[in-house]
């Protein structure tokens, strides 16, 4: 039998991973085809088949399952030997991998990812965002950012240093035809743009002043699940919405939008760069991190 190599074996964890071949694809910057017949030859190679295929769906087969659990680990720890060596390169370079959830991507993309792209030429950034909390080592990324209180605790953490807020808004017309509300409760009379999050739970709207914390199941006849929908719904006066505040603060000072509630959304802890403790970081990532660092002490200099 030929030998497989490393890439090959990616391709399985890939495929294992995500649950379909497109998205594998995606991840591992090959085409559909190119992946489907890399995996047919080691199906071939090993005369077995690691996943059932139809044009709907892939699962992974009984062998394709052990496969998984014998080399996935293995390809860990080789990464992180990997690691070892590629951290003593004095010039940084490769692909750093970020997984973040939208409106963390917008905080991050500038200045610091394109700035670390400015300093270190030999480097690719990867950024993928996405609503729902993944698991950063299971799904092949290198870091992750999010809010500060949903990192998992065995994560290492970098922060960012930047507190977040929430932030209510309507527009002039919707206020002038249904009234302000003045205390979150005063919102169950309202009109609300509903948010659905990843899991399908529908968010409930948080509040804190002089520490009396309140949590809202906000009415509205309309739900939707990105940003932008609710901000495009906003602005059409039809409801109220809650959104982090640095999605909808170019709104708020063009008089766009009007403030509500803002005695009730205090700030709270902000925005963080996540990775696994157990990895040894590359010579990139370690690069990355010292920026990260070094712009977080600078904008806290600045406040």
């Not at 709907?56 to 062998?63: I, K, N, Q, Y």
């Not at 992180?80 to 997984?99: E, F, K, Y």
């Not at 700035?115 to 092949?140: I, N, Q, S, W, Y």
Request: aromatic share 6%.
């Amino acid at each position: 039998m030929e030998r497989s190599g490393l890439n090959d074996f990616e391709a399985v964890i890939a495929i294992a991973r995500r649950g379909s071949f497109r998205a594998a694809a995606i991840d591992l910057g090959m085409s559909t085809t190119a992946l489907s017949h890399t995996i047919g030859k080691l199906e071939e190679r090993l005369g077995v088949r690691l996943f059932n295929r139809t044009t709907r769906s892939v699962s992974v087969t009984d062998a394709g399952r052990l496969f998984v659990e014998q080399v996935g680990p293995a390809l860990l720890d080789l990464h992180g030997a990997l690691d070892v060596v590629r951290s003593q390169r004095a010039t940084p370079a490769g692909t750093i991998r970020i997984n973040a959830a939208p409106f963390a991507a917008c905080e991050i993309i500038s200045p610091l990812v394109i700035e670390f792209l400015r300093r270190f030429p030999d480097m690719h950034v990867d950024l993928v965002t996405e609503g729902r909390l993944v698991d950063v080592v299971a799904d092949g990324f290198d870091l992750g950012v999010r809010v500060a209180h949903l990192v998992p605790s065995d994560m290492i953490t970098v922060s960012l240093g930047r507190a977040q807020r929430y932030a209510v808004v309507a527009t002039q017309d919707y206020l002038k035809r249904h009234g302000r509300p003045r205390v979150p409760p005063d919102l169950l009379s309202h009109e609300c743009i509903r948010v659905r999050l990843p899991d399908g739970a529908l968010f409930r709207w948080r509040f804190e002043k002089d520490g009396e914390a309140i949590q809202i199941d906000a009415p509205g006849r309309l739900t939707l699940d990105e940003v932008n929908l609710s901000r495009i719904a906003v602005a059409e006066s039809i409801g109220i919405g809650y959104f982090m505040e640095q999605s909808v603060m170019t709104d708020i000072e063009t008089n766009r939008f009007v403030r509500l509630l803002e005695d009730w959304t205090p700030a709270f802890s902000g925005l963080c760069l996540y990775y696994p403790g157990r990895r040894h970081p590359s010579a990139g990532l370690k690069a990355f991190l010292a920026l990260a660092r070094e712009m977080a002490s600078a904008a806290a200099q600045d406040n």
